[in-house]
């Protein structure tokens, strides 16, 4: 699915009661939609996001950002040290090795058309 106003959200399908649902990732509160058909869910999805902005226009409270630009990244030596090695051999730092070989990486795995619907059974 793609982001709508900056927010992502997930497809789950339940086969027992054959109905798609899902939540908006990424942030504190939980914002959930469902629907019966994918033209559906994505309509759901959208009113959804709207539902959560207007919730903060309502509390006069910010709404988060899903995607800050800051992700902590936890590795092991090893692998810290071939980063290291790889961004030096390329003249980048680790930070700009690191954003630009994941984004190559995402991009990829978009370009396949990898959206990912779980399946749920009671």
Known sequence: MKP?????????FDENDVVFHGRIVGIRDIFTYEA???????KAF???????????AEQNKEPE?????????R?????HRLVSRAA???????NQWVSDT?????RKRI???????TSRAH
Do not use: N, W
Not at 36 to 42: P, T, V, W
Not at 102 to 106: K, P, T
């Open 4 to 12: 709508y106003k900056g927010y992502l959200g997930t497809i789950e």
């Open 36 to 42: 019966d058909s994918a033209e559906e869910l994505l």
């Open 46 to 56: 959208h009113e959804c996001v709207d539902d959560y902005l207007e919730f903060c």
């Open 65 to 73: 950002r899903p995607f800050s630009g800051k992700l902590a990244l």
């Open 75 to 79: 590795t092991t030596p090893e692998v």
């Open 88 to 94: 030096s051999s390329d003249g980048k730092s680790i």
């Open 102 to 106: 994941l984004a190559e990486a995402a």
């Open 111 to 117: 370009d396949e058309g990898s959206t990912k619907v």
